[in-house]
């Protein structure tokens, strides 16, 4: 079992041609709006990947909240740990360039809202041996809480560090396998303009003091892996992308998912990187998650 403990969204999108500079107006070509938050995103492609989810989050009191849980709902996911918070639900305003590049305004909502008590709600509620996974879109403390109660009942934590905060460090450290982007991973232990080597080498050296997994995503590049001293690495797709906006959150998903259901370690980063890759051939972050027939059947 997979408990997602994270961020649900309603996501806002605008395509148009190239993305704005700061200051400038541009003319846009499209408007949709779509259910999103990271860990809902996660927890929908977990599900798609078929595994059996619970989603642990909040959201408002609004016209958004239905709309934001439709596609988990309809996927099968159980919603018992979601509650409803006295605020709007979260939005996130994203911007889509002609390149499938995206800029992303994220306004929190009833994701502040998710507390402490809710974390050792959805810990009491996950089983010895599940897994969990989390992201920096609700509060630290309660992050924190989640993670820690977790390792506490024998369940593998999984952290993508995404959105990058003040707290990712801190946080990242609790967690058995951390889940990056080549840009989150630098900022993590400080260093910029990594070269391919350099990276790796960063990777030994944090895994070999943290005894962690860890995953660096690389975009177009695939991804790169250490674990238990061993370098592993999967392929992205070669591919036009429409939109990457819900690739990484797909990777997670999938890539927990398939752990979940007993893949080798090898075998669950390809699996992940491939869905990942599919998740850019269409708009949106929800819409676009691929199902579990696409990859494998």
Do not use: W
């Given at each position: ?264 370690f090898d075998s669950a980063l390809t699996r992940a990187a491939k869905a990942g890759s599919l998740a850019c051939l269409k708009p949106g972050a929800q819409p676009a998650i691929p199902i579990a027939a696409e990859l494998d059947g």
């Amino acid at each position: 079992m997979v408990t997602v403990f994270g961020s649900i969204n309603m996501d806002l999108i605008a395509t148009t041609d190239r993305l704005p500079k700061p200051g400038e107006t541009v003319a846009g070509r499209s408007f949709a709006t779509a259910a999103g938050g990271k860990g809902a995103n996660q927890a929908l492609a977990a599900t798609r990947a078929g595994a059996s989810v619970k989603m642990a989050g909040a959201v408002g009191d609004d016209a958004f909240a239905k709309d934001a849980l439709a596609l988990l709902a309809e996927g099968g996911a159980d919603l018992s740990l979601t509650k409803t918070a006295a605020v709007p639900t979260g939005t996130a305003h994203i911007l889509v360039g002609g390149d499938g590049e995206n800029v992303i305004v994220v306004v929190p909502g009833a994701n502040g809202e998710v507390s402490e008590a809710d974390a050792e709600k959805a810990i009491a509620a996950t089983e010895t041996g599940g897994y969990l996974m989390v992201q920096l879109e609700v509060p630290p403390a309660s992050v924190e809480t989640a993670l820690t109660l977790a390792k506490a009942k024998g369940v593998t934590t999984v952290i993508n560090t995404a959105p990058l905060t003040a707290d990712a460090a801190r946080l990242s450290a609790l967690a058995d396998i951390v889940i990056s982007n080549e840009t989150e991973f630098e900022l993590l232990i400080g260093r910029s303009g990594l070269s391919a080597e350099a990276r790796l080498a960063a990777m030994h050296d944090l895994a070999r003091k943290t005894g962690q997994t860890l995953i660096v995503t690389l975009g177009a590049d695939g991804v790169v892996a250490v674990r238990d001293g061993s370098i592993h690495k999967a392929p992205s797709l070669k591919i036009t992308p429409v939109d990457t906006v819900g690739a990484g959150d797909t990777f997670c998903g999938y890539l927990v998912a398939s752990l979940d259901a007993g893949l080798d370690f090898d075998s669950a980063l390809t699996r992940a990187a491939k869905a990942g890759s599919l998740a850019c051939l269409k708009p949106g972050a929800q819409p676009a998650i691929p199902i579990a027939a696409e990859l494998d059947g």
